[in-house]
């Protein structure tokens, strides 16, 4: 049952229609940067920021829903000291447009991109060993330090974090 799954998200996920501009691939009527998990992998990699805190969610999971604002506030608080937040959406392939809607309707500022790679299994242990893959998940990431969340946030707790791996 677990191979069939994988091979139906693997279909859905191929059947999306992109387009590939230097390693970034753009949803079809969007702005949303789409990457696999390697071109994801690299975007943080060389993310041009000091600290990037970057969120695993999707528009299905009420708990990721309604720790947006905490990473709002962020985005609006720490822009110019070199905070940076990523939203990650993990919705699946066919709810780009609920997606878009949800940026729009909510008017996000953080940067939100897109993660298109059905292989769950093969890249959430890179993000983080313990990770199980349920979401709300957050990376902290600074030149020298990373720490892994797997839960929600409230804005305190998501802003002393980020003071704390500072350190």
């Given amino acids: 049952m677990k191979s069939f799954l994988i091979a139906a998200l693997a279909i859905i996920v191929s059947c999306t229609e992109h387009k590939e501009i230097n390693n970034v691939s ?21 993310y041009p920021s000091e600290k990037v805190v970057v969120n695993f969610w999707a528009t299905w999971c009420a708990p990721c829903i309604k720790e947006i604002p905490a990473f709002e506030k962020i985005t609006e608080k720490y822009n110019s000291e070199e905070v940076k937040v990523l939203l990650v959406s993990l919705d699946f392939p066919d709810q780009i447009d609920k997606l878009t809607t949800f940026i729009d309707t909510k008017e996000i500022k953080s940067e939100v991109v897109f993660l298109d790679d059905g292989d769950a299994n093969s890249w959430i242990p890179k993000i983080d060993k313990s990770w199980s893959g349920a979401i709300p998940a957050t990376l902290i990431k600074t030149k020298k330090n ?18 704390e791996i500072s350190n």
């Fill in 26 to 46: 753009y949803v079809e009527g969007t702005t949303i940067k789409s990457f696999d998990f390697n071109g994801l992998q690299s975007y943080i990699d060389n």
């Fill in 146 to 163: 990373k720490k892994f969340y797997e839960q929600s946030f409230s804005y305190a707790k998501l802003e002393n974090e980020i003071k």
